[in-house]
Every structure is written in structure tokens, then in C-alpha cells.
């Protein structure tokens, strides 16, 4: 599996993040800009220490992955999603995409793929949930789905 975050701007939440996939080996894709410095004190406390553990990888901007990794499936969380992460059957290479915490993803993008757009079922009028707890959420579910592969 592989989660990419497209301009994330808190750095609790990418080491958070970042600690969840590498605890259940997924690779982590960071787009820039990035709202903080990879050496954040924030950015080590919540997962740093993990870092030799994780694959992660660096992109100018989204058209840099698509690029590179043409041949695979994005699926792209959005409170705008109009079908619930569950009804998707995740497969072992697929792309999770998450967008900043201030803003989601970019208008444009969820429109050129509107087929592909999940979302968590949440309340109306509620703040969504936190990034890393919407990435484990989703996550989780993917690794559910392939019986935890690779994992104890």
C-alpha cells in the first residue's frame, strides 16, 4: 500500500502518519510543499525514530507521482467522496491520497476523479476527522481486506 500526502501541514500528523506505515510497511509519499521542516522537533516525537523503518518518498507536486506511477490505482479521501471507504476492494498496490489539513485536496482533482473519491461517513456540520486518524482508518481497512498481509 501506499499513502501520499499532498501538502500536509502539521508535522504531528505526518509523524504520526508516518509511524503507522511504518509499522505496517506501506510507503509514505510527501508532495511539497510541506508545511514544516523534516527535522520539526514536533515532526521526531511522533515518529521519527521510525523513519529507518519506513520507506518514504519526496514529490515536487502531484503530477510528479502520477507520472511515476501511471500504472497504478489512486483513490482519493474526501469529506466530497460520494462512496464510503468500505465499498471499495483495496489492492496491494493501490495509492490512498489525503490532502492538507486546512483545505482537503484540490477542487480540480477531486473533480477529474470523481469515481475514485472515498470518504469516512461522518455528522453533517461536524469538523471531519484529524489526518493521521483518517489515514489509519482507511488504511486499516485496505489491510484488513488483504488479511494483513505481511503482518503479525
Same mark, same amino acid.
Given at each position: 500500500?501506499?499513502?501520499?500526502?499532498?501538502?500536509?501541514?502539521?508535522?504531528?500528523?505526518?509523524?504520526?502518519?508516518?509511524? /503507522?506505515?511504518?509499522?505496517?510497511? /506501506?510507503?509514505?509519499? #510527501?508532495?511539497?510543499? #510541506?508545511?514544516? %521542516?523534516?527535522?520539526?522537533?514536533?515532526?521526531?516525537?511522533?515518529?521519527?525514530?521510525?523513519?529507518?523503518?519506513?520507506?518514504?518518498?519526496?514529490?515536487?507536486?502531484? *503530477?510528479?507521482? =502520477?507520472? *511515476?506511477?501511471?500504472?497504478?490505482?489512486? =483513490?482519493?479521501? /474526501?469529506?466530497?467522496?460520494a462512496?464510503?471507504?468500505? %465499498?471499495?476492494?483495496?489492492? $496491494?498496490?493501490?495509492f =490512498?491520497?489525503?490532502?492538507?489539513? /486546512?483545505?482537503?485536496?484540490?477542487?480540480?482533482?477531486?473533480?477529474?476523479?470523481?469515481?475514485?473519491?472515498?470518504?469516512?461517513?461522518?455528522?453533517?456540520?461536524v469538523? %471531519? #476527522?484529524? #489526518?493521521?486518524? %483518517?489515514?489509519?482508518?482507511?488504511?486499516? $481497512?485496505?489491510?484488513?481486506?488483504?488479511?494483513?498481509t505481511?503482518?503479525?
Amino acid at each position: 500500500m501506499h499513502i501520499v500526502l499532498v501538502e500536509p501541514e502539521i508535522p504531528g500528523n505526518t509523524g504520526n502518519i508516518s509511524r /503507522t506505515c511504518a509499522i505496517t510497511g /506501506t510507503e509514505l509519499h #510527501l508532495v511539497k510543499p #510541506l508545511g514544516f %521542516s523534516i527535522d520539526d522537533k514536533h515532526l521526531k516525537r511522533a515518529g521519527l525514530d521510525y523513519w529507518h523503518d519506513l520507506g518514504i518518498h519526496y514529490h515536487e507536486n502531484f *503530477q510528479e507521482i =502520477l507520472a *511515476q506511477y501511471k500504472n497504478h490505482r489512486f =483513490l482519493y479521501a /474526501t469529506t466530497k467522496g460520494a462512496q464510503p471507504y468500505t %465499498s471499495v476492494k483495496y489492492r $496491494e498496490n493501490d495509492f =490512498l491520497v489525503f490532502g492538507k489539513e /486546512t483545505a482537503g485536496l484540490p477542487e480540480w482533482l477531486l473533480l477529474a476523479n470523481k469515481e475514485t473519491c472515498i470518504r469516512i461517513p461522518m455528522k453533517a456540520n461536524v469538523r %471531519s #476527522l484529524n #489526518l493521521s486518524n %483518517s489515514v489509519a482508518v482507511i488504511l486499516f $481497512e485496505a489491510l484488513r481486506q488483504q488479511e494483513f498481509t505481511g503482518l503479525s
